[in-house]
T-cell receptor, first 112, second 114 residues
Framework: DAKTTQPNSMESNEEEPVHLPCNHSTISGTDYIHWYRQLPSQGPEYVIHGLTSNVNNRMASLAIAEDRKSSTLILHRATLRDAAVYYC?????????????FGTGTRLTIIP | ETGVTQSPTHLIKTRGQQVTLRCSSQSGHNTVSWYQQALGQGPQFIFQYYREEENGRGNFPPRFSGLQFPNYSSELNVNALELDDSALYLCASYLRGGGQETQYFGPGTRLLVL
């Protein structure tokens, strides 16, 4: 399975925007791009997903490149609670089977 | 919280033993997936169950097996445990056909094989 590529770690100051990049150059036309985050000792938590268009929700925004080979998760105003490992994921659908293909993720550190 | 629960939270086994992990799906969800997360890695897809049948499998050997029950709860069974099976095991549920297909994860079971 082709995986996504993310920086291993990033730092950001509290209350500033954070842009988390992801490369998925081999993504197929029907694969959705999902973002999950995982806090210590917890299961992954859904953040946002999209296919082709940019998406916004109460947690974040997702900007998807026109060629779909990359995307960026945007946290508009980072707080200390946003410190987590962020996973950019291909969601592969096959006759109703939905498989999430995780990479190694980006560890986001928020500096007070 | 997602409403997905797993038991036990922690487990210690020895090599060669068998283990059963349990997952209770979020209410209204009919599909459950299992993932293995080794330390410092992202979760890896093991398999998925829908209507009590396996419906998709990752690159895991047959000694990893599962069940889904009529109430949509699920079990993951691992036979002949190996040291490399030490990991966090996650289950995730969603409603197939519900239009969203967003998977909701439980907190996981941490398995240590000695």
């Amino acid at each position: 399975d082709a995986k996504t590529t993310q920086p291993n770690s990033m730092e950001s100051n509290e209350e500033e925007p954070v842009h988390l990049p992801c490369n998925h150059s081999t993504i197929s036309g029907t694969d959705y791009i999902h973002w999950y985050r995982q806090l210590p000792s917890q299961g992954p938590e859904y953040v946002i997903h999209g296919l082709t268009s940019n998406v916004n929700n109460r947690m974040a925004s997702l900007a998807i490149a026109e060629d779909r080979k990359s995307s960026t998760l945007i946290l508009h105003r980072a707080t200390l609670r946003d410190a987590a490992v962020y996973y950019c994921i291909r969601r592969v659908s096959n006759f109703g089977n939905e498989k999430l293909t995780f990479g190694t993720g980006t560890r986001l550190t928020i500096i007070p | 919280e997602t409403g997905v629960t797993q038991s036990p939270t922690h487990l210690i086994k020895t090599r060669g033993q068998q283990v059963t992990l349990r997952c209770s799906s979020q209410s209204g969800h009919n599909t459950v997936s299992w993932y293995q997360q080794a330390l410092g890695q992202g979760p890896q897809f093991i398999f998925q169950y829908y209507r009590e049948e396996e419906n998709g499998r990752g690159n895991f050997p047959p000694r990893f097996s599962g069940l889904q029950f009529p109430n949509y709860s699920s079990e993951l069974n691992v036979n002949a445990l190996e040291l490399d099976d030490s990991a966090l095991y996650l289950c995730a549920s969603y409603l197939r056909g519900g239009g969203q297909e967003t998977q909701y994860f439980g907190p996981g079971t941490r398995l240590l094989v000695l």
